[in-house]
């Protein structure tokens, strides 16, 4: 959908009431644009809270070789009704959310939400102030009753992971023999909606991509589309183990860069076994091509949780600027291990949401980080600096991004 404005006699951009208050674009706001060959991108300013990562609990009642629960020791707790009384009572401030929508809640973290006892009741407290609520979960809880429950609820989106297409690419990832179960917990879902005459909650799948997985991705799509998902949410795996290092599909992509590639234009195609092929050929090439012409390309150097101009409240309430740093815990780094210490600006329960969001050094956290003023850890690699996220070689302290991989579009959040 296109929308126009236009240029004053003074040579600022003017754009529609309703465009400016869907975008938070206020008077005096700080606003990034990034320059394309032949456009440019305009951001949302990240003055205003827009999404609010809820950590219900850090349980969960799998053991997936590819979590990041196996590179920590932390203990498992529940989110107090207290503590997420404080989140409801910040996302219910105007003032982080002055002209638009209160910000979304998205119930996930390192847990698996469902094994909270009130979660029903913690999605129909947020409902009952007018924010739209997601959810992701494993699928291995969504029974008959417990699904019909959640569609009571009013959530409005339900991600579901699934890495595989059968049984046994499924187990070989998820290290349970749980996919049957979840494909039909989907199926009763979809038809529970139908019958109730019910749109949400919208079903999506969020998908690890891997070496052995990756060829399973056309078929969970296929399955997916039967089952009235909405929307599939891909993923690269990041090894937290010895074991997942191997699988990874991004090892020279990490070393690509945009300047001085071939610029490949490409139009709007069917899908064939032909265009396909000549395509992924594009894309193997060691030359190097940068596709144009789909949303393909992640810029570098660009996080997502603040592009999203998100929060992530750990079920403790420590409030962190990502889901990354909720925790300290190792990865590797191709053979080197990092180890990542979380960052927290502050508690909820002694500290309110406003307080915290609206603190200084937050405010310069995101400020640095739209500019990205960190070493590129993730091309160099080359020193012990980039085996945490304490220091860097520009100067730069607790937290450092530049050895981070969702902020190069390789590892994906819904």
Known sequence: MSTFGYVTDEGHIAVPEEFRQKYGLNPGERVKIDELPDRAVLYRPVSCLRKVYVE????????????????????????????????????????????????????GGLGEPLLHPDLDGMIQRAKALGARVELITNGTMLSEDRSRSLIDTGLDMLWVSIDGASKESYADVRLGNEFENIVKNLEMIRLMKYESRRDVPELGISFVAMKRNISQLPRVVEMAFGMGVKKISVSNVLPYTSDCKDEILYGRSMYDVFRGLISVTIPRMDGT????????????????????????????????????????????????????????HESYLEDRVRKISAYSFGNIRTRSLRDIWNDPGYMEMRAKLESFEFSPCTLCNSCELADGNEEDCFGNTLPTCGGCLWAQGFINCP
């Open 56 to 107: 219900p609990t850090n349980g969960c009642n799998m053991q997936c070789g590819t979590c990041m629960r196996n590179a920590w020791e932390e203990p498992e707790g529940m989110m107090a009704t207290d503590t997420y009384a404080r989140v409801l009572e910040g996302i219910g401030e105007e003032c982080l959310r002055p002209d638009g929508p209160r910000p979304v809640l998205f119930f």
């Open 273 to 328: 076994a032909d265009t396909m092929e000549a395509v992924g050929k594009l894309v193997r090439g060691y030359y190097g091509s940068c596709l144009q012409g789909f949303e393909l390309l992640w810029p570098p150097d660009k996080c997502p949780f603040i592009a999203k101009a998100s929060v992530s409240v750990r079920w403790d309430g420590e409030v962190s600027p990502c889901i990354p740093l909720m925790y300290t």
